[in-house]
């Protein structure tokens, strides 16, 4: 059973950088039909996806946090990780780490199958 | 980009169907099959309920439908039971890489 767990700091100061890694168990962050990413989700707020990256590193982010999001994966230790610079208090959420199920038999999902149990984290002095 | 539209809030009394919509644009919902659901409990993280517009995972209630017309996505759920009570969000793809939710349902079981 695949599982997915994030880890970080619960608490970052204003303009710092946020970082979180995702442990993968159950199964190998080497596969051609999934990518692996994260989704913030603000207090009492909708989904927001950040990105999501291929086991040979390719990436893909949401326009609006380009700017100050990077992932990174390292087949290794079978763990995805993000960085988040500079944030702020509206960068104060539950960060889920995700499967996304890209392709399957010539097919495409385009889909987060898998989802760890999410990570808090608070952006205050 | 902007967040897909859906209902606040969708309620309904037990054994009766609701549908939730999702509305989107040509890019996104009308011009791919890539439309997801998921279901989020309270303190709890999303679980995928359909994607490719219609399609259950395994393990899934076959109570939980989606459907697509034009720009517009909707999830149905028949047989409204208690557990059913959550927030819904869609999801889509959007060219050339990107996912996109909507702002979320809340469904309330009366």
């Known amino acids: 059973q695949l599982q997915l767990q994030e880890s970080g700091p619960g608490l970052v100061k204003p303009s710092e950088t946020l970082s979180l890694t995702c442990s993968v168990s159950g199964g190998s962050i080497i596969s051609t039909n999934f990518y692996w990413g994260w989704i913030r989700q603000p207090p009492g707020k909708g989904l927001d996806w950040i990105g999501s990256i291929f086991y040979t590193g390719g990436a893909h982010y949401n326009p609006s946090l380009e700017s100050r999001a990077t992932l990174s994966v390292d087949t290794s230790k079978n763990h995805f990780s993000l960085k988040l610079r500079s944030v702020t208090a509206a960068d104060t959420a539950v960060y889920y780490c995700?499967?996304?199920?890209?392709?399957?038999?010539?097919?495409?999902?385009?889909?987060?199958?898998?989802w760890g149990q999410g990570a808090h984290v608070t952006v205050s002095s | 980009q902007s967040a897909l539209t859906q209902p606040a809030s969708v309620s309904g009394s037990p054994g009766q169907s609701i549908t939730i919509s999702c509305t989107g644009t040509s890019s996104d919902v009308g011009g791919y099959n890539y439309v997801s659901w998921y279901q989020q409990y309270l303190g709890k993280a999303p679980k995928l309920i359909i994607y490719a517009v219609n399609i259950r995972p395994s393990g899934v209630s076959n109570r939980f439908s989606g459907s697509k017309s034009g720009n517009t996505a909707s999830l149905t759920i028949s047989g409204l039971r208690t557990e059913d009570e959550a927030d819904y969000y869609c999801?889509?793809?959007?060219?050339?890489?990107?996912?996109?939710f909507g702002g979320g349902t809340k469904v309330t079981v009366l």
């Open positions: 999801s889509s793809y959007l060219a050339p890489s990107t996912l996109i």
């Open positions: 995700v499967r996304y199920y890209y392709i399957d038999s010539g097919t495409y999902h385009r889909c987060f199958d898998h």
